[in-house]
């Protein structure tokens, strides 16, 4: 095999409105020096469409960092499966030349409760006595509590040489109700880009 790296890109779908950060990353310390040349990615996804979708924004917004990429449909049209024959083939075919592997690492579901308030017109009149308090009630505005569904997605994006199998690169990524369109994948790969730049792997 070459010497190339694979930039793997692992999306797992979900629903909502999205809130994303960084949680945590990791760059080795033994290859500062590297710096992503071209890249292979890859989303697993259970929707083809979505998949694209994804693959594609991805390789735009590398390209314009001056990074030659692929999109992984472009050369496997089918899911890559998780072997390591099957990895191969597809690196060999895109003459990459770095790997970046997302994976799904947790999704919290929860049931969250907002509870309601109250609103008083025209301030406190209890010291009024009976006959001041009454007409005053009709001034009090009450709105009641809501429940909502919230799903947490943590992800865990790791780079690594292909050509050594070294990890070069690491970072989780939480996103609070996603919607898997165009726009939040592009707000979760620039949370990438940015984490890349700021290790230098990235110019």
Excluded at 19 to 41: D, F, G, H, R
Excluded at 43 to 53: D, P, Q, S
Excluded at 116 to 140: C, K, R
Excluded at 143 to 163: C, F, H, N, Q, R
């Amino acid at each position: 095999m070459k010497n190339i790296s694979l930039l793997i890109v692992t999306l797992f779908l979900f629903t909502g409105c999205a809130a994303n950060k960084i949680l945590s990353s990791y760059s080795n310390p033994e290859t500062q020096s590297y710096t992503l040349e071209s890249v292979l990615i890859i989303g697993v996804a259970a929707h083809e469409t979505k998949r694209h979708i994804y693959e594609n924004t991805f390789a735009e917004s590398l390209t314009k960092k001056g990074v030659k990429s692929v999109p992984s449909y472009t050369v496997s049209q089918q899911p890559i499966q998780p072997t390591r024959e099957s990895l191969v083939k597809v690196i060999s075919r895109s003459a990459a030349k770095t790997v970046l592997v997302t994976h799904l690492v947790g999704k919290d579901e929860k049931l969250i409760y907002t509870p309601g308030t109250t609103y008083i017109h025209n301030g406190n009149t209890y010291g009024s006595g009976l006959y001041g308090y009454y007409p005053f009630v009709f001034n009090t505005i009450h709105s009641p509590g809501s429940y909502k569904d919230t799903t947490k997605v943590i992800l865990e994006t790791s780079l690594y040489d292909v050509a050594t199998e070294r990890l070069i690169w690491t970072a989780r990524t939480e996103s609070i109700d996603p919607v898997m369109t165009k726009k939040y994948y592009q707000m979760l790969i620039d949370l990438f880009l940015d984490d890349l730049q700021e290790t230098n792997l990235l110019k």
